[in-house]
């Protein structure tokens, strides 16, 4: 599976941005599709994911309210649209794909974009 993402940028605060991802390859088995970010000196997070088939969406508790994760299937694309953004929503976010394995256990393949920057300035 290949990602690749689009969309970022910099924007004044309570602005907005919309990120794009669109999967490529082997993308009939992906389970859900998400997006994480990675601030400096911060742990990578989950931001947003939304699951195939049933579009079931998790947002992290920063974000509820101001971004919303949106997928067209057809394209194999997933937007997340980003409003009200803040100086703390400033860092690199990753589209993520995963594949689970069904099995004794089941296991889970991660795939990644290679990161769009998105700057919010005060």
């Known amino acids: 599976v290949q990602l690749v993402e689009s969309g970022g940028g910099l924007v004044q605060a309570g602005g907005s941005l919309r990120l794009s991802c669109t999967a490529s390859?082997?993308?009939?088995?992906?389970?859900?599709m998400g997006w994480y970010r990675h601030a400096p000196g911060k742990q990578r997070e989950l931001v947003a994911e939304?699951?195939?088939?049933?579009?079931?969406?998790t947002y992290a508790d920063s974000v509820r309210g101001r971004f919303t994760i949106s997928r067209a299937n057809a394209k194999n694309t997933i937007y997340l649209q980003m409003n009200s953004l803040k100086p703390e929503d400033t860092a690199v976010y990753y589209c993520?794909?995963?594949?689970?394995?069904?099995?004794?256990?089941?296991?889970?393949?991660?795939?990644w974009g290679q990161g769009t920057q998105v700057t919010v300035s005060s």
């Open positions: 390859g082997s993308t009939y088995t992906i389970s859900s």
């Open positions: 939304i699951t195939s088939g049933s579009d079931l969406t």
């Open positions: 993520n794909a995963v594949k689970l394995r069904f099995g004794i256990e089941t296991q889970r393949d991660d795939y």
